[in-house]
């Protein structure tokens, strides 16, 4: 925790005879900055060399308390061009990786755990990733980091004065607003820094954040730096492109430095992939995967995540269905849905009496046979089929095969998005 507020640090201003009134979230602190609002004025002085929860007065006579952002706060508050993952969704995505971050080991011990988000965006989920490999890394040296975020500064400098949005809780008010524009850059910057390349080499676990938009993501990798000193900074890697080429790419590289790997040898520990289209990536995603890892698709829309299930059977890939959560406001824990193929027994019994080959006769079953007990082979019976396989899936390719896509019973129907969470197997089982 920060002991005393310094040059560069940003705060939150709460009311202190108000505290349920909108807080204010100041840009870096910085000799002779000054913050205009409906409290007053307020020097930048004022704060600096203040520890957490001091009061500090406006112009106007008003008490402001000082705080130390949360994460919560600064993922909430931060101006942004896309929207984020708000932290609700941001904690329940990293607890379903079930990451467990050892110490730094000495270069050469264990494998590093390398972890994909696809979809950097705003860098809300980013910074939750970073902070639960955190204590897997060395500390990033001082002199490391401010080379870093000069570079980012210099990029800074250099946008084209697109305007970012500021969230609904209010950002600081009563300031001249920051374009964010970046240039199309490369933005690891570690690799102009030798210091930096061989510090890289002790981490025991890395993030990589890919966009196809070098806006987002250099916004992004702002808002990782402006975070507590840049705490996490030294625990992701930003990479700007399409995704299947990247992952080519470092499959490539990974065979050029170890001549007994294969070309589809696996590097990756987890992937989040959070960006539209994702099901034209899960084959890629798939060979680039380690056994037991998880893949995490985070859609809006349920049929999304249903095109996802759909070219994994197709493709008879090695990814197992753990199971899809809906989540949303209100939602503590997700709310399990129910997506897979089946055959209607309606359909089945009708070819069987007409002598006709299963799968001979394409035939679309009215919602009526999908949905009653009577026309869809029994749910909780299948699911315990898929107690170490996948579910039953057609040797050929499929005609009258459903997708059934609805919410287990028992829960209530609230709006949010959707997870599909699968994991890595070493054989596709049909």
Known sequence: ?????????????????????????????????????????????????????????????????????????????????????????????????????????????????????????HGALTLYLARAIHASNPLLPQEVFERLDANLKERLR???????????????????????????????????????????????????TLDISSKHSHLAQKNLYGFRRGMYAGDVNFHIGDLSDWIDQRLDAKKGEDQQSSADSPFLSHVILDLPGSDRHIEKVASALHIDGKLIVFNPSLTQIASCVEVIRKLKLPLFLDNVVETGPSMTGGRDWDVRAVRPRALMKAEMERNVPLGAKDATPNADEVGTNTSVENDEAEFEKQDGEQARLPEEEPTGWEMVCRPKVGHRMIAGGFLGVFTKMKHRNL
């Open 158 to 208: 250099q946008d084209a004065g697109v305007q970012m949005t500021k969230p609904t809780s209010e950002a600081e008010e009563g300031t001249e607003s920051s374009p964010t524009t970046l240039p199309e850059t490369n933005s690891n910057a570690e690799t102009t820094l030798p210091t930096a390349e061989q510090w890289k080499t002790q981490r025991g676990a890395v993030i990589h």
């Open 1 to 121: 925790m920060l002991a005393v507020h310094t040059q560069g640090d940003r705060v939150l201003l709460r009311h202190v005879k108000n505290e349920f009134k909108t807080p204010v979230f100041t840009r870096p602190l910085r000799p002779g900055g000054k913050l205009i609002g409906h409290y007053g004025s307020l020097d930048h002085d004022d704060i600096i060399g203040k520890t957490p929860r001091d009061i500090v007065t406006s112009s106007s006579g008003k008490e402001l308390r000082v705080f130390v952002p949360t994460l919560e706060d600064y993922v909430t508050l931060t101006p942004r061009l896309v929207t984020p993952v708000y932290p609700a969704d941001a904690n329940f995505i990293v607890s379903l990786l079930d990451i467990h971050a050892s110490p730094p080991t000495s270069p050469g011990g264990d494998e590093q755990i390398q972890i994909l988000e696809a979809g950097t965006g």
